[in-house]
């Protein structure tokens, strides 16, 4: 009998940013890999730092659907919001591409919704609002998607774990070794509820001591800040006009109407997928 197959989509969270092991990344998947069975799972990362849905979807669904995984992660959407190209209705398309790929190929699907940047960040609030509104919307449509395809989903977008500060690496955007194998925890505990997790839970506790204050300070003044510049420079220009029209909105009381703006978006994109699968059936 052949080994589990367990394959990771995704970008730099699932890559493993913030979890140093040598030379590289462990990340949450790989903690997590460990424990899907009683003997080893055959575990391929394929997430890279940077990912958008469009990477996800041309670039990493072939090479994941190849191996023909039994279970499969796809966490993804971050990297889109933080981008001026922002389109709610083609992030919804590439991901119901994806999950429809491997639901007809019978894997488990694992996916999650995540915190909004802004308010990771730390940014000003007329700042963080559109960011905020951007990360609502994608995670509206992997809810409504992961439903549609009997995904295992975790609410990771929530719970005490986004303010506390031991879970998360110096860049803010990006847990910690903690933080990961918090991630690993739960989704091991969702698996396990569905009776598809035989192994050991990985373990809650860090295995390496936390960096200390001046190694952080470090990495984000260097790699961190680098990082965060070269997935936000385009999209800056757009933040500021996205700024200060809620400034405006605000001023005139009128802010509801940006959240149901949004609202009216993420509904049109998951209609118009309902539309595109309905046409075949009236051809």
Same mark, same amino acid.
């Given at each position: ?10 970008? =730099?969270?699932?890559?493993?940013? %913030? ?14 890999? *460990? *424990? ?12 890279? =730092?940077?990912? $958008? ?10 090479? /994941? ?26 992030? /919804?398309?590439?991901?119901? =591409? ?56 975790? @609410?990771?977008?929530? +719970? ?13 955007? @990006? ?6 194998? $918090?991630?690993?925890?739960?989704? @091991? ?48 220009? $757009? ?13 005139? %009381?009128? =802010? ?12 049109? /994109? ?5 539309? +595109? ?7």
């Amino acid at each position: 009998m052949r080994p589990l197959r367990f394959v990771a989509l995704g970008d =730099s969270l699932t890559e493993g940013v %913030g979890d140093p092991v040598g030379d590289g990344w462990r990340g949450w998947a790989a903690l997590l890999a *460990g *424990g899907l069975a009683d003997e080893p799972a055959h575990f391929t990362n394929l997430a890279v =730092s940077g990912s $958008q849905t469009h990477d996800v979807l041309e670039r990493q669904l072939p090479a /994941a659907l190849a191996l023909r995984p039994d279970v499969v992660s796809v966490v993804v959407g971050v990297n889109d919001t933080l981008r001026c190209t922002f389109d709610i209705h083609a992030v /919804a398309a590439r991901l119901d =591409s994806v999950y429809a790929a491997f639901a007809e190929q019978g894997a488990v699907l694992l996916t999650a919704c995540l915190p909004d940047p802004g308010a990771m960040l730390g940014l000003p609030g007329a700042l963080a609002r559109p960011l905020a509104r951007r990360q609502r919307a994608v995670n509206a449509v992997v809810h409504a998607l992961s439903d549609r395809y009997g995904a295992l989903h975790l @609410h990771a977008c929530e +719970g005490a774990w986004l303010t506390d500060r031991a879970m998360w690496s110096a860049d803010r955007l @990006h847990p910690g070794e903690r933080g990961h194998r $918090q991630l690993a925890v739960r989704f @091991h505990a969702l698996l396990a509820e569905h009776g598809l997790a035989t192994g050991k839970a990985p373990s809650s506790e860090p295995e390496f001591p936390a960096p200390t204050r001046s190694a952080s300070l470090w990495w984000l003044a260097t790699a961190g800040t680098g990082w965060v510049a070269r997935r936000c420079t385009d999209l800056l220009p $757009q933040l500021l006009t996205l700024a200060a029209d809620e400034i405006r909105h605000r001023a005139r %009381g009128t =802010s509801a109407r940006l959240d149901l703006r949004t609202a009216h978006a993420v509904s049109a /994109a998951l209609a118009a997928l309902s539309v +595109g699968e309905q046409q075949p059936d009236a051809a």
